[in-house]
């Protein structure tokens, strides 16, 4: 009757998930409250994405065994991957109580800080996990991660390279790696990582993510992006809020003060241009940058459906946009119908279209920053749809005050959007 259970562990650490739920469930119908392939199940619906029923199958193995501290473990996990961190962390708190020398539960606890972005506890509890296990890969990788976090970049490398010795065969110990390159600026060393990585483990999301970002630093005008979202990044949320407030707090102080003379306006266009570009590229640089990686040999093979689908949209309006100038000045600034010319608000309608499409390139591109299948992305896709049909009405009638309203709705959106980003995904 065990040999099921052997045999559905080995089938589940070869990630044939299908072929390991077999087992274990035949295990279960030999024994129906056998609470070791309970929690293998569970192991199993979280490798598969069927987080629900993951839960629901360690509940009944922590019920069915009480004083089984791995089984604890995989209850804590669960929830973690259903995002009750509080749930988790008193589960491994009554885990800890019947083996406090577990160092999976410390690096679960690791986790957890790092999704409520406290760097500091997560290398704290990294670190107790190493007092119990220092060859522990995972945990070696997680001390680095918040080391870089930390802006500690130099010991996160050389922690690094002590995990690739430890595992030189490790894919995420590559990636991670690759990553601790990027922040350190040696993108060519990243993309070797990276590729390392991807030949372990061809499914590595997290080193195709890197592979493409390696990529793309490789342009002096991304480059300066990219190290702005790695900034952004390291920044707990109250943070983030506080610099996105600021400075368009100091934009909006920019603009007043150009309105009181000719030397103030002289004075503050530089910054006001800055910030109007800063503003924009960070919400178009990534779909934009994806656009050309499909040019590349290698980094077309890394690009998911979601970012090529969203490199698609954001171009194809872009390009919409710069036709629609093109056109604007070619024919002199409006189009002949009979005798008289088209123009909305004093301002011809090729140009108005030219700069309501630029400008819906931000609400397209915010819509792929949130998750695929999140209430997120619902929303900003609703917002974005909101937003369209504002600007055609602003493009088909001669009422400045829908054009007022889509400028008003692209700076609301720009907010919605990063507090959605930020608050994280909740599935539909």
Excluded at 52 to 69: G, W
Excluded at 313 to 328: E, K, N
């Amino acid at each position: 009757m065990f040999h099921h259970l052997e045999r559905g562990n080995i089938l589940y650490h070869q990630r044939r998930y299908v072929d390991a739920e077999k087992e274990y469930f035949k295990l279960l119908a030999h024994d129906p409250n056998n609470p070791f392939a309970m929690a293998m199940l569970a192991q199993v619906y979280i490798e598969t994405e069927r987080k629900s029923d993951a839960l629901i199958y360690a509940h009944q193995a922590v019920q069915n065994a009480p004083a089984s501290p791995t089984i604890y473990y995989i209850l804590a996990r669960c929830q973690f991957y259903n995002n009750q961190y509080e749930n988790a962390l008193k589960t491994i708190e009554l885990g800890q109580q019947l083996d406090p020398t577990y160092p999976d539960f410390y690096l679960l606890k690791s986790q957890i800080a790092f999704h409520k972005e406290n760097w500091t506890l997560a290398l704290q509890e990294a670190e107790n996990g190493l007092e119990l296990d220092p060859e522990e890969v995972v945990l070696i990788n997680l001390r680095a991660r918040a080391l870089v976090k930390l802006n500690r970049k130099e010991e996160a490398s050389a922690t690094m390279d002590y995990a690739l010795h430890r595992a030189p065969q490790s894919s995420y110990a590559h990636a991670n790696k690759g990553w601790v390159s990027i922040e350190r600026g040696k993108y060519e060393e990243a993309t070797t990582h990276f590729k390392e990585s991807l030949r372990l483990d061809a499914t590595n999301a997290y080193a195709k993510a890197g592979l493409r970002e390696s990529i793309k630093a490789k342009n002096i005008l991304y480059r300066g992006v990219l190290k702005y979202f790695l900034w952004m990044s390291k920044l707990q949320q109250k943070y983030r809020w506080g610099f996105i407030i600021g400075i368009y707090a100091l934009y909006r102080v920019a603009l007043a003060l150009a309105e009181t003379s000719d030397l103030m306006a002289m004075m503050m266009t530089p910054l006001i241009i800055t910030y109007v570009l800063f503003a924009f590229s960070s919400w178009i640089a990534m779909p934009i940058s994806n656009l050309f990686l499909r040019l590349h040999p290698l980094g077309k093979h890394a690009l998911e459906e979601d970012e090529i689908l969203a490199s698609t949209l954001v171009g194809s309006v872009g390009g919409l946009a710069l036709f629609s100038f093109f056109l604007f000045f070619v024919t002199g600034g409006s189009i002949g119908i009979g005798e008289e010319d088209i123009e909305v608000g004093g301002i011809g309608i090729l140009f108005l279209l030219g700069v309501l499409l630029f400008v819906m390139m931000i609400p397209i591109g915010g819509i792929f920053f949130a998750e695929k299948g999140t209430v997120g992305r619902r929303n900003l896709t609703y917002a974005t749809i909101g937003l369209g049909i504002l600007a055609g009405l602003a493009l088909m009638t001669d009422k400045s005050i829908f054009f007022i309203i889509f400028v008003l709705g692209i700076l609301a959106y720009s907010f919605l959007a990063s507090y959605i980003i930020g608050k994280g995904a909740r599935k539909l």
